[in-house]
């Protein structure tokens, strides 16, 4: 997979910004936001309930998100819609030991819209 990018349904879109500063809006704390607004008019958050670590993580609905600290809660915000990521997903991130750089990827996961499930991958860095 390509560092710093999403597909989407099969279009790959390149990441515009990846900020790590909002606050997280569904009770984690670490909130990932992944701005593909210059080409995709989308923004992919991802929260974890702790600093990510070295791991895979489990997608899961917002009722289980503060059930275990391996539970990751994901959401895209399109220009007129806002979808939630299936849960059961694997979220795999790795943290470099010398420079702390964080990397998240996914390759299999899915979210509904429209009563059609569509798939999700991507790989990003945070500096």
Do not use: H, W
């Not at 999403?6 to 909130?31: A, C, E, M, R």
């Amino acid at each position: 997979m390509v560092n710093n990018k999403i597909v989407d349904n099969g279009t790959s879109y390149g990441v515009s910004s990846i900020d790590t500063s909002g606050t997280p809006l569904y009770g984690g704390v670490f909130k990932v936001s992944i701005d593909c607004f210059l080409t995709a008019y989308k923004m992919y958050n991802i929260e974890f309930m702790q600093t990510p670590r070295n791991g895979i993580y489990t997608t899961c609905k917002y009722d289980n998100f503060a059930n275990d600290k391996k539970n990751v809660f994901m959401s895209i915000k399109s220009s007129s819609s806002n979808f939630i990521i299936n849960p059961n997903g694997k979220v795999y991130v790795t943290v470099d030991s010398v420079s702390k750089k964080i990397s998240i990827s996914f390759c299999d996961l899915t979210y509904e819209a429209f009563s059609t499930n569509f798939p999700l991958k991507g790989k990003v860095t945070i500096d």
